[in-house]
Every structure is written in structure tokens, then in C-alpha cells.
């Protein structure tokens, strides 16, 4: 009997707990369709406040301070950031010059908010970092006191964060405060997909060319990965680079990886004086992986050098070397053949 | 007798314990579950999402005698909102005539092209290519060697570092590719992702987006709906938690290529070739002490074709029961091993005493009632009760985890669906599921028979 009871004792807790939970899912997937988008209601009263203050539709003098509080107050809640970013959004396309001149108003009070979400949770960290990095003019300066306060999100961060971090810096074109950035992924040893890191330094507002200067300058220091996405990142715009690469290629203290990159930039930037190192680096019995590379680069550098190494090399052992190999020779073979019959 | 009689004691002792441990791992998965989604849909919210579609991935398509669903399979990955990747279709010496098909569909020409045989597998026999949407198209056509054969052909003709396998009849939501190399880029040690399969008989798709989920009239399709959620979205996403999975679908998941390469790649005798793999996966890592992850992605759907009749379901089934019987075989030595931590002390325990196991103990469960009965000693009132409270009770969990799924891909369902669902869920966990156990049974009775031969089901 006591047995028995005790059977229907945890029964009976299973059941409330389990009836519990379906409550708890049912309330959540309420809750989730009320919460999830923006309601247009809340947009609306936005881009209303945002008229009044903009004075794009009506006469009345805005009070200035008094909506730097209402902000301050309201925008601290993530729900009320996003529906402020999407009236802002639409006030950015309908009104720029009253956006403009709006939002240079404002550069106090998105610094405070900055502040103030640092002491938030990362998932919120992460939501003001990417209203920065929407409107990136809400930051002023690109050396301002909102760059400072972004680099200190980092800190216990995860990934997204770390991403939207970068990319808020990157849309306001602070050169210091990517390097920043960069410098304590690398000291803290967090993690960061090359890919990633290539494509949000690639998305840069500002000159290029100085930012490739600056993170080449001081990507030595720095761990491979960072390294390899410096150079991805130069790949993309910038052909100054390819004496400045050449040493590091010849250099087999180098990380593998690093000089792959080096590679891949001459596949995107032609420099002929590099086709005699890949050569000999496709003959590399070393490092399969390199010798793929560059035999790979060397199918657009068709010298005639290259051709020639590539012919006595067609029966290495490496596949993929073969294969890159064989690509290029099946194509001059059929060129020869071609101007053959036409002559 | 009285001998018997403390047999059968024992015996319902042994039953009590077991059918508890389930209910409180069923409990887990969904409450775990429900948090997680909870965590996850907090982020999206708030715009946590990395959005890179980048990262070069491989879809590699096996197929044998799929000409009837190929060419629409093949269309849809075309559309996927995604910037590198290619698709190789890997005929696996079929007789309906589905290379024509796919050569005529595109517009394929024969290449000249080196395959690396990393992985053995049987040899190719002819290789096409075309370009579709600035997507590169290969089509290998080979000796007939099973799936796991045509994976490996596929990996190896593969040219990226990665790659996602599919079935052939499989169909992609256009994000999916996008969803499912998130976790690549969150984590460095990330290895393997699962996508969450839903039924495509459930699914009404637009412009390459589910928007709708409806339950279908055919009862057999509709009780499998509620099983898939169960099982792919609660208990995958509790052993996820501690990177315990051991199975990460063969209709739709992500590997990183080198490691495949490095453990060995798909077997070719296993009729459970996607577990094997990941079992392979863990044994690989854990003995050379890699930090690895894989991870299951319940945003990155993936739509498949459930057996309409109970003969298709049968063979199905009974393909999965027997290469869960193969794969654990293989990978015993997982099992009590303190080197695999979680992987061995749950999840490879779970699948041996739930899943395996199954089919026999919930057998011998019922000859132990039938026993009892005759033997006078069975209290039919509380026996009657235990099971109906079961019952509900694993059918208010098949509930939570389908409203679970419900709230994920942020589908709204009817009242009129809501009810049927709970219908289905009473019905799925106090009959499906024995159906199913005599099917599974079978699969052990009748192990040896075709062990390696394709899944065929009636396409539509």
C-alpha cells in the first residue's frame, strides 16, 4: 500500500510538472508573437516623437533635453531600441537631411546608452552594438568616448557580440578602435572566424588602405588567425602589397596558413616576380596543402617557366597538385592544337 | 510458483524504474528544450545573429533510383540564399534513368576531372558538370555501392572544406544552408552540425520559406509528425547540451571534410551510415584527445518525405532499427568508458536501453502482463491506471515538444490542429509506438536480409 502510494506520489508530481511546462510553452508562444516583431503601434508612436523632434511635419520647437531624457529612459530597454531603430530607419530614407541633422543632436545621449548597456547581458551588449553599427553616425567621432566604452564589451563577450562590436567600429571607420579589438581577441585568446573577421573588416567606412596599413603594421604580434584575415582583408582591395609579401612567403618560419593567404593574394593580384618562389613551392614534398596553392596560382601566372615545372612535375604523387596540374596542360594542349588547325 | 511469483516481482520492479527514467529524461529534453528556444529566440530578438553566408560548403546529393524526385530536389538547392557552395549528385548506378534526367534538366556535358580516393568507395564511371545560378553542378555516376559508399565518392569529388549531406528527396527552407554553418563560425572546434528534419507532407512552402504547418489527412503521415518532433527536437536538443548526440540526420547535416577524412568516412556496409559516422566522429576525436563539438541547429530546416503506407513505414524502420543495431555494434567500446564521459554514461546508455533495446524489453513487457494475468497476480485496476496516466503523460510531452517546434519556426496553428495534435499525441505514444515496436522487433528477427540496400519509398 505504501509502495503503491508513493508510486502515485511521483506520478502525480510528473504530471504536474509535465502539465506546467505545456503551460509554460503555450504562455511563451503567446507571449513570443506579441514580443518578437516590433508591433507597428510602437514603430509609429516613434516615428511620431521622431517627426515632432525633427520638426519635418509640424512647427512646434522641439524640447531638446527633455527628449534626450525620454531617450535615455526609454532606449535603455532593448524592445524600445529596435522599435527606434526601425522609426529611425525609416526617417534615414524618407528624411535624410532632417536624420542628419537629428542624430548629430543626439551623440551625448547615445554615449550614456552605451554606457549604460555595458553594464547590461551580452545578448543586450550585442543589440546596441548593432544599432551602431546601423547608425553609425549616432557615434560622432571616430576617436569619441562611445568607441571606448564599445571596445569595453569585449570583455566577457561571446561571439556575436565580439562580431557586432567589430562591426559597429568598422561602420564608424575607427581605425584605433578595430585595431583595439583585435589586439584583445588576440591577448584573450577568444575565438573569431577568419572569415568572419575578414568580412566585417571588409565593410570598413572609412580609407581602406590606411586601415590595411595599420592592422599589417602590427598583425605580426598578433596569432595566426587574426594574421590570415589581415591579409584576406588586403587581398580584397589592395594590390600595394605585393613586395611587402614576398619576404614572408620565402620565409618557412611563417605559419603555413599565414603564407597560404600570401598565395591566395597573388591569385587575386598578378606580380610576376613571385612565379619563380611558387614554383618551387608546387615541387614542395613538404607541404601539400602549399604546393596545392600555389600550383593553383601558377594556373593564372601560364609563363612559360611555370608551364615547363608544371610538365616535369605531372607525376607527383599529390592529387590535388596533379589535378591543377593537369587542368592547365589539358587547356595549352588544346590551344597548341587549336592554332595548329588554323595554321 | 512461488518462485514465479518473485520473478514477475522483480520483473515489474524492473519496469517501474524503467518506465520512470524515461518519463524524467522525456521530462528533461523538453524542459531543456524549452529553455534553450527560449535562449535562442531571446537572441534573435535582439539581433545576436552572425547572418555570413560565406563559408564554402559541399551539398552532396547520393541518390539511387530517385528519378522520379531529383531534378525538383536539386532546383530547390539553387535557390538557397547563399553564396558558395556546390552540388554533387552522386548515382549510385541507378536503373530509372535519373543521370538522363539530371544531364537533360541542366544542360550537364562530360568532364575530364581527377577524383581524389581519399576514401575508398567504388570507382566512378562517368562525371558531368554544368553551372546553374552561378551554382557549379556535378553529377557522378558510379557502381552501385550503397549510401555510404556514394557519401564517400562524394566527399572525395568535394571541393570544399566542408559539406552538408542530404537524401535525395530532401528539400531546404532558402536560409537553411546559411542557418546551418552558424556554429562553424561561433566555435573553431565545431566538427558537425544536425538540421532539424520536418516532414514535408506537413509543410506548406512559399517562395522557398515555410510558412505554414498543417497536419495531413493521412493518419500515418500525422502520427509520424508527432513522433519527429519528439524525438528530433527534445532529446537531441537535451544531449546537445553536453555534446552527446550520436546522431546528426543523414537527411540534412554539416561535416567538417578533413576530419571526416581523418576518422575514415562513411561505411559502406552500414544501414546506418549517418550514425556510424557520428559515432566514428566521437571515437576519432576522443582517442586523440581533439577538442571537438557538433552541434544541432533546430533553426536550419530540412524538409523530407514521410512513408505514406504502413509497408514503407515498415521498411523504413526497420532499415534505421537495423543500422542502430550495426552502429552500436561497431562502437561498443564506447559503452562504459570513462575516455567518452556523457557520450558513453547517457546518450550511448539511452539509445542501448531505449532505442535498441526497445522493441524487446516493451515485448517481453507484455508477455510479463499477459503472465501476470494468468497467473492471477495482476492488479488489473492499477495496471490499467499506471498506463493510462503514462500515456497522457507522454502525450502532454509529445504536445510540449510540438508546441516547442510551433514556437521555433513561428508557425500558427489552428485551434481545430491544436486538438488533433492532441488526439495524435494520445494516440502516437498508447498505440504508434507499439506498432512500431513490433516493427522494430521484426528488424531483429529478420537481420541479415539486405543489409545494405537502399531505402526505397513511394515518392510523391
Not at chain 2, 577524383?115 to 558510379?142: D, F, H, M, W
Not at chain 2, 546506418?272 to 571515437?283: C, I, P, S, T
Not at chain 2, 500515456?391 to 510531452?397: D, P
Amino acid at each position: 500500500m505504501f509502495s503503491d502510494l508513493r508510486i502515485y506520489i511521483i506520478i502525480g508530481i510528473f504530471m504536474i510538472a509535465c502539465i506546467a511546462l505545456m503551460v509554460f510553452n503555450f504562455a511563451m508562444i503567446h507571449y513570443s508573437r506579441r514580443e518578437n516583431t516590433p508591433s507597428a503601434d510602437k514603430i509609429e508612436k516613434w516615428k511620431a516623437i521622431l517627426y515632432k523632434q525633427t520638426n519635418a511635419a509640424s512647427d512646434v520647437q522641439p524640447n531638446e533635453l527633455k527628449h534626450e531624457k525620454f531617450l535615455l529612459r526609454k532606449l535603455s530597454k532593448p524592445e524600445s531600441l529596435i522599435a527606434y531603430a526601425h522609426a529611425l530607419q525609416y526617417l534615414k530614407s524618407e528624411f535624410p537631411e532632417a536624420y542628419s541633422s537629428y542624430i548629430q543632436k543626439r551623440h551625448t545621449a547615445f554615449q550614456r546608452l552605451a554606457y549604460i548597456y555595458s553594464r547590461k547581458s551580452r545578448i543586450e551588449r550585442t543589440c546596441y552594438a548593432d544599432f551602431i553599427c546601423t547608425f553609425p553616425q549616432a557615434a560622432g567621432d571616430s576617436h569619441g568616448q562611445l568607441v571606448d566604452t564599445l571596445i569595453s564589451y569585449i570583455d566577457d563577450s561571446n561571439i556575436h557580440c565580439r562580431t557586432k562590436v567589430l562591426g559597429a567600429l568598422c561602420s564608424i571607420g575607427s581605425i584605433p578602435g578595430v585595431a583595439n579589438v583585435l589586439q584583445l581577441i588576440h591577448d584573450r585568446g577568444l575565438f573569431m572566424h577568419n572569415q568572419l573577421l575578414t568580412n566585417e573588416l571588409s565593410n570598413f567606412s572609412g580609407d581602406k588602405e590606411v586601415l590595411g596599413d595599420s592592422l599589417w603594421s602590427e598583425s605580426r604580434q598578433w596569432n595566426d588567425n587574426i594574421t590570415v584575415s589581415v591579409i584576406q582583408f588586403i587581398t580584397r582591395f589592395s594590390p600595394r602589397y605585393s613586395d611587402v609579401f614576398l619576404p614572408f612567403l620565402q620565409d618557412t618560419s611563417v605559419a603555413p596558413e599565414v603564407r597560404a593567404a600570401i598565395i591566395r593574394y597573388y591569385g587575386e593580384h598578378r606580380y610576376d616576380p613571385v612565379c619563380p618562389i611558387l614554383t618551387e613551392l608546387a615541387t614542395d614534398p613538404i607541404d601539400s596543402n602549399l604546393a596545392a596553392a600555389a600550383e593553383s596560382v601558377l594556373t593564372l601566372h601560364s609563363t612559360p617557366d611555370a608551364t615547363a615545372a608544371r610538365e616535369s612535375d605531372s607525376s607527383k604523387s599529390n592529387w590535388r597538385v596533379q589535378h591543377n596540374i593537369r587542368v592547365p596542360l589539358l587547356n595549352w594542349m588544346s590551344d597548341r592544337i587549336a592554332k595548329k588547325s588554323t595554321a | 510458483m512461488d518462485f514465479l511469483r518473485e520473478i514477475l516481482y522483480y520483473v515489474s520492479i524492473f519496469f517501474i524504474i524503467y518506465l520512470i527514467v524515461f518519463a524524467t529524461f522525456s521530462f528533461f529534453a523538453v524542459l531543456i528544450g524549452a529553455y534553450r528556444l527560449y535562449i535562442n529566440n531571446r537572441m534573435l530578438k535582439f539581433r545576436n545573429k552572425l547572418d555570413h553566408d560565406d563559408l564554402p560548403v559541399s551539398i552532396l546529393l547520393p541518390a539511387y533510383n530517385e528519378a522520379v524526385t531529383i531534378v525538383s530536389s536539386v532546383s530547390s538547392l539553387l535557390n538557397q540564399d547563399y553564396q558558395l557552395y556546390e552540388i554533387i549528385v552522386v548515382d549510385d548506378g541507378s536503373e530509372d534513368g535519373m543521370a538522363q534526367k539530371l544531364i537533360d534538366s541542366f544542360d550537364m556535358k562530360p568532364v575530364n576531372r581527377l577524383i581524389s580516393y581519399e576514401l575508398a568507395c567504388q570507382p566512378e564511371e562517368a562525371i558531368y558538370e554544368s553551372t546553374v545560378n552561378g551554382v557549379p553542378i556535378t553529377l557522378i555516376r558510379k557502381k552501385n555501392g550503397g549510401k555510404g559508399d556514394a557519401l564517400n565518392m562524394g566527399i572525395n569529388a568535394s571541393r570544399y572544406p566542408y559539406f552538408v549531406c542530404m537524401d535525395a528527396d530532401s528539400k531546404l527552407q532558402r536560409d537553411s544552408l546559411k542557418e546551418i554553418v552558424e556554429p562553424v563560425f561561433e566555435d573553431d572546434a565545431v566538427i558537425a552540425v544536425g538540421g532539424m528534419i520536418l516532414l514535408s507532407q506537413c509543410v506548406q512552402m512559399e517562395d522557398g520559406k515555410a510558412v505554414n504547418y498543417r497536419l495531413p489527412s493521412n493518419l500515418l503521415v500525422s502520427l509520424q509528425a508527432v513522433e519527429y518532433n519528439r524525438s528530433f527536437l527534445a532529446s537531441r536538443m537535451l544531449m546537445d547540451t553536453f555534446n552527446g548526440n550520436l546522431i546528426i540526420s543523414g537527411a540534412f547535416g554539416l561535416f567538417k571534410k578533413a576530419t571526416v577524412i581523418a576518422a575514415g568516412g562513411y561505411s559502406a556496409d552500414n544501414l546506418g551510415e549517418d550514425m556510424e559516422l557520428v559515432l566514428k566522429l566521437h571515437g576519432y576525436c576522443r582517442n586523440n584527445n581533439l577538442n571537438y563539438q557538433m552541434r544541432y541547429q533546430p533553426s536550419a530546416l530540412c524538409m523530407t518525405q514521410a512513408p505514406t503506407s504502413l509497408r514503407d513505414l515498415a521498411g523504413q524502420r526497420r532499415r534505421w532499427h537495423i543500422g542502430l543495431f550495426q552502429s552500436m555494434l561497431v562502437h561498443r567500446r564506447i559503452m562504459l568508458n570513462a575516455k567518452f564521459g556523457l557520450v558513453s554514461f547517457f546518450s550511448y546508455l539511452y539509445y542501448l536501453m531505449y532505442e535498441l533495446l526497445a522493441p524487446i524489453i516493451e515485448l517481453l513487457g507484455i508477455l510479463t502482463i499477459v503472465l501476470a494475468f494468468y497467473m492471477d497476480v495482476l492488479n488489473i485496476g492499477y495496471m490499467a491506471l499506471f498506463l493510462t496516466i503514462y500515456a497522457v503523460y507522454g502525450a502532454i510531452i509529445s504536445l510540449s515538444a510540438f508546441s516547442q517546434q510551433m514556437y521555433i519556426q513561428k508557425f500558427r496553428i489552428s485551434l481545430w490542429d491544436m486538438l488533433k495534435t492532441l488526439f495524435l499525441c494520445v494516440l502516437e505514444f498508447g498505440i504508434f509506438r507499439y506498432v512500431l515496436v513490433i516493427v522494430r522487433f521484426a528488424a531483429f528477427l529478420r537481420y541479415g536480409k539486405n543489409k545494405t540496400a537502399w531505402g526505397q519509398i513511394k515518392r510523391t
